[in-house]
């Protein structure tokens, strides 16, 4: 539990109200209830009247009747006072007497590793790292510090993952790359003798994969989030700080720049080149090899920048109107042709 005040002081804000109210948690704007904090975009103060939250992040405003903090930015300021208000409970340290942890294995003496897991030869944990139950971490792997790895997450032999990345229930880091060669009556499978590399600060959403190269390593930047049901190919390069939504495949060797991002269901083909800062809309498609310059949206299928789809769409829209126009003007020429036959 925290006062306003200490609250205000962690997120850096101006305090307006009574500053010695306790806080115990957080809240929507519309069901927060007393002892809770909320926020307020610009675009919902209109709705601040009526929210029952003991005080409220805002950017902006005059608010008599009750406490605020004025924050800049209050999505944000709220992010940050939720995690700290309300941490994520963490199990306590110390290794299952049902999970299995090879003797070479090195497991922090403040880890804590869940039933059913098993570590293997050469492995490390890091320290404060959080393994659940049912997970596999396959030998010569390496977990930095203050990871979180949920249930059932498997993590192939030679995979590196940095310092408080957070991998999700099911994630799969390190399956073989889709690599194969046809010789004329089969397919050919290339070896994927590679690894996968994920920074620190990443986030990989639930049933997620990146898969291990097939020479050198398939690498995940720091601070990159993931969303659930991506699919990463081998040898993918992805800059710090990327986002990529749900239900997005990226295909072998493709290059994602550092700050882009990644709409929902975005298919990216092999080889492509995402520049710095880009930003693929939901359900776009970029074919094999293409190139998409940095700070511009680019959407549709293939990917267009968003300007030039906006342009198509309006003349699209303007066909019905087009063809009853052409349908006239066909019959004033054939009447024009009838008059001179005449």
Not at 205 to 226: F, Y
Not at 227 to 237: F, M, P, T
Request: charge should be negative.
């Amino acid at each position: 539990m925290k006062t306003v005040r200490e609250i205000a002081e962690f997120v850096g804000g101006t305090l307006k109200g009574d500053a010695d109210q306790h806080i115990h948690g957080v809240g929507s704007l519309d069901h927060a209830g007393p002892g809770e904090l909320t926020y307020a975009e610009s675009t919902y103060l209109d709705r601040l009247a009526a929210t029952g939250a003991s005080c409220v992040l805002v950017a902006e405003g005059e608010y008599p009747d009750r406490t605020v903090i004025l924050v800049d930015n209050p999505r944000l300021a709220f992010a940050r006072a939720a995690q700290w208000l309300a941490p994520a409970p963490s199990p306590a340290a110390g290794i299952h007497p049902e999970a299995l942890v090879q003797r070479d294995a090195v497991v922090a003496p403040d880890a804590a590793v869940g039933a059913w897991t098993l570590i293997e030869h050469g492995a490390h944990v890091g320290r404060r790292t959080v393994v659940y139950p049912g997970c596999y971490v396959g030998a010569g792997s390496r977990i930095g510090d203050d990871c979180v790895v949920f249930p059932r997450a498997v993590i192939y032999p030679g995979v590196t993952v940095g310092d408080r990345t957070v991998i999700h229930a099911g994630v799969v880091l390190g399956a073989d790359g889709f690599g194969f060669v046809p010789d004329g009556s089969r397919h050919v499978k290339v070896p994927q003798s590679g690894s996968v590399e994920i920074g620190s600060d990443v986030e990989i959403g639930a049933n997620s994969c990146v898969d291990r190269a097939a020479l050198d390593a398939t690498s995940v930047g720091d601070g990159v989030k993931i969303d659930n049901l991506c699919q990463v190919g081998h040898n993918v390069r992805i800059g710090a700080h990327a986002i990529i939504s749900a239900q997005t495949g990226v295909a072998g060797s493709t290059q994602i720049g550092g700050g882009s991002t990644i709409g929902g269901q975005v298919g990216i083909g092999d080889h492509c080149r995402i520049e710095e800062g880009a930003i693929i809309g939901s359900g776009g498609g970029i074919p094999s090899r293409k190139r998409i310059p940095g700070g511009v949206v680019y959407w549709g299928t293939p990917a267009r920048p968003l300007s030039d789809v906006k342009l198509q769409q309006a003349h699209v829209a303007r066909l019905p109107k087009m063809a009853e126009e052409l349908k006239q003007l066909r019959a004033e020429v054939q009447a024009l042709k009838d008059r001179l036959s005449d």
